[in-house]
């Protein structure tokens, strides 16, 4: 069956510069969520997306944005970025607001 | 074997043995629970999920209790194996975004 596709799988950055995380949802799911996981921690909800639409933000730093776009897929941009950024991201989808599949997730790291 | 609390994060196991996992969630007027299985440097993998008018399901191997009174959740694993072996977190949801609040994982490890 096919699963959530994040890309890159990797990624280095500079401090200051930025990165785009891609999220490509299981077909036909209609909500994105993207979460953040430092080393040792649990996931942290940062937003949703439900039909293209905002639908929920969690502790996102005003320097990160995301968007739903018309094919579902999700992107999450991230500016300014700074040492305590490096961590896994993970977008999972779910098909009306139920069970969350995750990716593989993005294993950013800022130096 | 069995984990308590919140603060034991890891729990060791005899392969074939049951393990019981713990956890307290936070919010009373969450109504969606899910246990999910990490493995390391992977994304968290969907075990089983109860909702709040149920207080347990069944999978395969797999046992989840809800006790809403004191608002913990439990996963029981029946003859573990070694690939069984991962970080284990529950997380809650209440309303209708689909937020997941994920508890802190238990580590199992499962000896041969």
């Known amino acids: 069956a096919a699963g959530v596709i994040q890309s890159p799988r990797h990624l280095i950055k500079e401090k200051r510069e930025t990165a785009t995380l891609k999220c490509y949802p299981i077909p036909r799911h209609d909500t994105v969520y993207w979460y953040q996981q430092g080393p040792g921690q649990d996931p942290q909800f940062l937003i949703s997306?439900?039909?293209?639409?905002?639908?929920d933000k969690g502790s996102i730093p005003d320097r990160f944005s995301a968007q739903q776009f018309s094919d579902y897929h999700s992107e999450l941009n991230m500016s300014s970025l700074e040492l305590g950024d490096s961590a896994l991201y993970f977008c999972?989808?779910?098909?009306?607001?139920?069970?969350?599949?995750f990716g593989p997730g993005t294993r950013l790291t800022v130096t | 074997g069995e984990s308590v609390g919140l603060h034991l994060p890891t729990l060791s196991v005899q392969e074939g043995d049951n393990s019981i996992i713990n956890c307290a969630y936070s919010?009373?007027?969450?109504?969606?629970f899910i246990w999910y299985k990490q493995e390391s440097g992977k994304g968290p993998q969907f075990i089983i999920d109860?909702?709040?008018?149920?207080d347990k399901r069944q999978g395969q191997r797999v046992t989840v209790l809800l006790n809403k009174t004191v608002k913990h959740l439990s996963l029981q694993i029946a003859a573990t194996q070694p690939g069984d072996s991962a970080v284990y977190f529950c997380a809650e949801n209440y309303g209708n975004t689909g937020k997941l609040i994920f508890g802190q994982g238990t580590t199992l490890q499962v000896k041969p």
């Open positions: 997306f439900y039909e293209k639409m905002q639908s």
């Open positions: 919010n009373s007027a969450s109504d969606y």
């Open positions: 109860i909702r709040s008018n149920m």
């Open positions: 999972a989808s779910s098909l009306q607001r139920t069970k969350q599949y």
